[in-house]
């Protein structure tokens, strides 16, 4: 009977880690060690190290490993130990910040085995002893420059719709899908990174949509997702120059849509010579 039981155990679990890399593309796994106490640490472990698709953390509480499975292309082991530390959990990698740490519940209060002095800076999510070989990268304007490209090319993309022509979009479209795919994320602040995990994906479908067409409905009705998720980020980033959020209340039926722009002037995407200067500027974003 023990035996079936372990047997039955085993199978689960192959066909449980089958199905998660199913699930996750270009699926890597590694164990390391996060320390933790009880299920309520187990919750919070594996609530903070999985993404959707991206990555997918088991953590045993009896022996403190934990399982990554994670899409090596998107994310990495380091990224996805930062976001467990950030909530209260050591690793042998990375440090969770003190006040952190004490905030747990006193169940959750595992003791603490540092054999590196380092903790996690709680903005960048980087190690304080790592900071001096990667202080250049993480300097605001690196970081910045890491989306620079992401932003200008999306500009492009509003200026070849606001002449409405398709073939200019497409090809505009095609230099931003070029720019997210060479997006370090191990470059991005904290903030910006976890920003940046929710939106990356669709934002690449919206950009692809567009380069793949020069129907110009189509181009325009992707825009409207496509520019509420950089808005998004834009808002947690760093842009050379002030950017204004804008607003056509006429377009999708009279539900409206929007977009940003670096001049405040009004020059409308969804439109363009047709009502070139319907909407207004509902945000400046400095």
Not at 111 to 133: C, F, L, Q, T, Y
Not at 172 to 178: D, F, G, P, R, Y
Request: proline share 2%.
């Amino acid at each position: 009977m023990k035996n079936s039981f372990i047997k039955i155990m085993v199978a689960t679990m192959i066909l449980l880690s089958i199905t998660i890399n199913a699930q996750i593309k270009n699926a890597k796994t590694e164990t390391v060690k996060v320390y933790g106490n009880c299920g309520m640490c187990k919750t919070k472990i594996e609530k903070a190290g999985s993404i959707k698709k991206v990555a997918k953390v088991d953590w045993n509480q009896e022996t403190q490993m934990a399982t990554l499975t994670y899409d090596a292309s998107i994310t990495n082991q380091d990224e996805i130990l930062k976001r467990i530390a950030l909530v209260g959990y050591d690793s042998d990698k990375f440090l969770a910040p003190e006040e952190v740490y004490n905030n747990l519940p006193g169940c959750c209060q595992y003791d603490r085995v540092v054999k590196v002095p380092v903790k996690i800076d709680a903005v960048s999510g980087e190690s304080i002893s790592a900071k001096s070989d990667i202080e250049m990268a993480n300097h605001p304007a690196a970081i910045a420059n890491q989306l620079k490209s992401v932003f200008d090319s999306y500009f492009l993309v509003k200026d070849a719709l606001i002449a409405s022509n398709g073939d200019s979009t497409a090809a505009a479209a095609k230099e931003l899908v070029i720019a997210i795919n060479n997006v370090k994320m191990d470059k991005l602040e904290m903030e910006v990174h976890m920003v940046w995990m929710k939106i990356m994906n669709q934002i690449r479908v919206d950009a692809e949509h567009i380069a793949d067409t020069k129907d110009i409905k189509h181009q325009r009705d992707h825009f409207t997702t496509l520019s509420k998720d950089i808005y998004t980020l834009i808002k947690v980033s760093k842009y050379e120059t002030s950017v204004y959020y804008q607003f056509c209340p006429m377009y999708n039926d009279g539900k409206g849509a929007n977009w940003l722009s670096k001049e405040n002037t009004i020059k409308n995407p969804y439109y363009g010579s047709m009502m070139l200067s319907c909407g207004k500027t509902v945000e400046t974003i400095k």
